[in-house]
Nanobody
Framework: QVQLVESGGGSVQAGGSLRLSCAVS??????VGWFRQAPGKEREFVAA????????GYLASVKDRFTISRDSAKNTVYLQMNRLKPEDTAVYYC??????????????????WGQGTQVTVSS
C-alpha cells in the first residue's frame, strides 16, 4: 500500500493552465494514474505513467493538452494541463497500480487512491 496526496487544483478560465501534483510515498514501486469525476458522472481515466519504463497513456480528448510526468527524486507525479476547457471541470484523483498487468485505464486496476483535488474551468 502507498499513500497519495494530490495538490494544485483550482479555478481557471478556459484556455488557462494548471499543474496537479501527486505525492506518492514510493513512486518507483507503482504505476500512477490520474482520473477525474464530474458531478453525476462516472470516474474517468485521464492519464497514466508506468512503473517500469515510464511509458504513458492518455484519454483521447486530453492527449494533445495534458502531460503526465514523474520525478522519482521527489516521489511526485505531475499532470500538466494546458488549454483547459469547461468540460475538464471535475475532481481529479491520482491512484497507484501495483500490478502492471492490469489495464492502466480502468479504475479497478488501482488499489490506492488520493483524496482528490477540484479543478474548475470557467468559460
Amino acid at each position: 500500500q502507498v499513500q497519495l496526496v494530490e495538490s494544485g487544483g483550482g479555478s481557471v478560465q478556459a484556455g488557462g493552465s494548471l499543474r496537479l501534483s501527486c505525492a506518492v510515498s514510493d513512486v518507483t514501486s507503482v504505476g500512477v494514474g490520474w482520473f477525474r469525476q464530474a458531478p453525476g458522472k462516472e470516474r474517468e481515466f485521464v492519464a497514466a505513467i508506468s512503473r517500469n519504463d515510464g511509458s504513458t497513456g492518455y484519454l483521447a480528448s486530453v492527449k494533445d493538452r495534458f502531460t503526465i510526468s514523474r520525478d522519482s527524486a521527489k516521489n511526485t507525479v505531475y499532470l500538466q494541463m494546458n488549454r483547459l476547457k469547461p468540460e475538464d471541470t471535475a475532481v481529479y484523483y491520482c491512484a497507484a497500480r501495483h500490478n502492471p498487468v492490469r489495464p492502466y485505464n480502468r479504475p479497478p486496476s488501482y488499489e490506492d487512491w488520493g483524496q482528490g483535488t477540484q479543478v474548475t474551468v470557467s468559460s
